[in-house]
């Protein structure tokens, strides 16, 4: 018995695992880049303000299809590339308006959305932390009534499609917005928080507890046909039943993750700094986070996965696509740098022409193990 | 609002830990009124993510030259510090709203505290300009804090309190306020949150105290205005500079709010900096 050498072409696809034991997995990792000159720059990059790149690109990079279905199983959710940005660091998309070329996003995450208005937490509301910031703006939003006759009817005409997140303190409370957002023009999709660390524990609940967030998955799924992500919470010891208890419920895709729960102190040390107490860290602090939890939830669902934590230049978006994710989510840096998510788009793009891809589908999930579940064609005798 | 690349002129420590840095950005200074501000990266992703907000100082759209005042407080403003003339940082701005000044009003009253003088200082070129008296009260610790007087216009009249009484008047620069409170016809403040709280309860009362509410003066009295509204600045006797840590400074992460009179809360980045004393619940505990 020997075993066949796996061929590794040239062409740059991504070999499929056949579940081959070789003695060293063949498997095509991103190359090591030149550092790009963005992203860490302080400068701008004359080109990106002027919306130069678009015109200068070569015709290989125009050729590369970014698109991608975050709803294959359901009624299909088709973004136009896979660089999205994070509920809450992008307002309802209008405020980046001036200096972000809005309508060339994949889609936008809007601020977390509540049955009735809420006032949020009291001051002061965010802070630095190393590679990292601290908030606890406690979904502070109009309402989901104000937020459909405020917004939707400007993102009817957007190119760039609008999922809204919804939090809510009940399962009633989810299924009223979710009920209300259903139909409206220019709702694209609806991304359930379940996980919002800064309100009250109804909230938290769910995100931690496998059977609620099934339960609240599950009654939303009823009575809404718009495309549903699930956010999942990094503050639970196995966050991998719950992702299975959430696909199982159905949700078309999951989100991963939400900030991870922590707290500042104020300068004299004698009290907590946030209003709140509790606040939610994000930022490249939690990048090995959040890159660990798509890495385990991406092997054990079939829905697509949405990666979200850290994302500050392309490196890291072909981190989680490598790791599992088939869209990832640009969110804090965004406060640093308004200008980074169409950025990120162009250079996926450029990416991909320069490895001879016509998409980038190949460079998703190459670094995950081979399914446990696939069999082998080896025989047992290989086995370690 | 704009994005650019502005590019280090002159920096100079105007006095201990307080820094004078001039910047060439002839894209944000064009159309800039007193009490906006820029939001300013520094540094680079791996220790520090968020931008720091930078009131204008001073402004000259001739030159495209912008002024910032800061004092280091942590890695990002030193960070600026070690900026060498010819090399730039990223700014966005002009960002919030700007103080109203009604077009009556002959005496301006500016009020700062510390480094607040970095939120007020434009407003006396922007009231000069128009032909307006000045009167500057600054406070701060000590002699060694003060803001020199060079560095201001020589038409506005300054005057100096000190807690411990090494320069001017011994005490906080609240107690000048009555000296000045009928000659004033709108005052401006930035400073401390106690400061510009007591500053508020000062001139609550003022209308009582001077009787002026009798004497039938049009500032459209009576009149209410939305929160936040240019109109309802304008209409206040104290406009005031507020202070928030502030994430996104474009109105997207309500990171920044303050708490007002309506029980809704408001973004320091976009319905401020700049608001109308009555408007803001100073008990609240925000």
């Known amino acids: 018995m020997k075993a066949k050498r796996k061929v590794v072409t040239s062409a740059g696809k991504a070999p499929v695992s056949q579940g081959t034991r070789s003695a060293i997995p063949r498997r095509r990792r991103p190359s090591r880049l030149p550092p790009l000159p963005t992203g860490r720059s302080l400068a701008i990059d004359p080109a990106v303000l002027s919306g130069e790149p678009r015109a200068t690109r070569s015709q290989a990079i125009e050729a590369v299809d970014l698109s991608v279905d975050l709803a294959p199983r359901g009624s299909g959710l088709r973004l136009a590339n896979p660089i999205l940005v994070a509920s809450g660091t992008f307002g309802y998309g209008v405020e980046y308006g001036e200096v972000v070329d809005v309508q060339r996003l994949g889609a936008i995450c809007c601020k977390g959305t509540t049955l009735r208005p809420r006032i949020g937490n009291r001051t002061p509301r965010v802070t630095e932390t190393p590679a990292g910031m601290l908030n606890s703006i406690g979904l502070q939003n109009p309402g989901v009534e104000a937020v459909v006759e405020r917004y939707a009817p400007t993102w009817v005409g957007w190119d760039t499609k609008v999922i809204v997140n919804v939090a809510g303190e009940s399962v009633a409370d989810y299924v009223a917005v979710c009920r209300r957002l259903d139909g409206v023009p220019g709702v694209a999709g609806i991304e359930l928080n379940i996980s919002c660390p800064n309100v009250g524990r109804e909230g938290l609940q769910f995100a931690i507890d496998a059977d609620a967030a099934g339960e609240v998955t599950a009654a939303v799924r009823r009575v809404t046909d718009l495309p549903l992500l699930v956010k999942l919470s990094p503050n639970v010891a196995d966050v991998r039943p719950i992702a299975r208890a959430i696909a199982d419920a159905g949700a078309d895709a999951l989100t991963a993750v939400n900030t991870l729960s922590g707290i500042a102190l104020a300068a004299d040390r004698r009290k907590p700094l946030l209003g709140n107490v509790f606040g939610g860290l994000s930022g490249p602090a939690i990048k090995p986070v959040a890159l660990r939890i798509v890495y385990e939830v991406a092997q054990i669902v079939d829905i697509p996965v949405v990666a979200i934590g850290g994302v500050t230049e392309l490196a890291d978006v072909l981190d989680y696509l490598a790791a599992g994710a088939i869209a990832v989510q640009v969110g804090t840096a965004i406060f640093a740098d308004p200008t980074l998510p169409v950025r990120l788009i162009d250079e996926l793009a450029e990416e991909c022409a320069r490895r001879g891809l016509s998409s980038y589908g190949p460079l998703i999930g190459t670094a995950l193990p081979r399914r446990p579940d696939a069999p082998s064609s080896k025989g047992v005798e290989y086995r370690p | ?286």
């Open chain 2, 1 to 286: 609002m704009r994005l650019a690349a502005a590019e280090l002129v002159d920096q100079r420590e105007i006095l201990p830990g307080q820094w004078l840095q001039s910047y060439h950005a002839p894209s944000l200074t064009a159309g800039v009124r007193a009490g906006q501000f820029v939001h300013v990266r520094t540094g680079d992703y791996a220790g520090l993510l968020l931008r720091r907000p930078f009131s204008f100082n001073t402004v000259d759209a001739a030159t495209g030259i912008l002024t910032i005042h800061f004092r280091t407080i942590g890695g990002g403003t030193e960070w600026l510090t070690r900026l060498r003339p010819g090399e730039s940082v990223d700014m966005l701005g002009p960002l919030g709203k700007p103080f109203e000044v009604d077009r009556r009003s002959r005496h301006v009253l500016l009020i700062a505290g510390g480094l607040g003088m970095a939120g007020v200082r434009l407003l006396a070129d922007e009231a000069l300009r128009a032909g307006r008296q000045i009167v500057m009260l600054f406070g701060a610790a000590t002699a060694r804090d003060v803001y020199p007087s060079s560095l201001l216009p020589d038409e506005v009249e300054y005057v100096v309190a000190t807690d411990d009484g090494s320069m001017g008047h011994h005490g906080h620069v609240t107690d000048l306020v009555p000296d000045y409170e009928a000659w004033a016809d709108q005052a401006f403040a930035c400073g401390p949150f106690p400061m510009l709280r007591a500053l508020a309860s000062l001139a609550a009362g003022r209308r009582a105290r001077l009787g002026v509410a009798s004497l039938g003066r049009k500032r459209g009295a009576g009149r209410t205005h939305a929160t936040g509204s240019p109109e309802a600045r304008r209409k206040a006797f104290l406009q005031v500079s507020m202070e928030q840590n502030m994430g996104c400074a474009v109105g997207a992460c309500l990171g920044c709010v303050v708490m007002t009179v309506a029980g809704t809360p408001q973004r320091v980045c976009r319905e401020g900096p700049i608001f109308a004393a009555e408007e803001i619940a100073w008990e609240a505990g925000w």
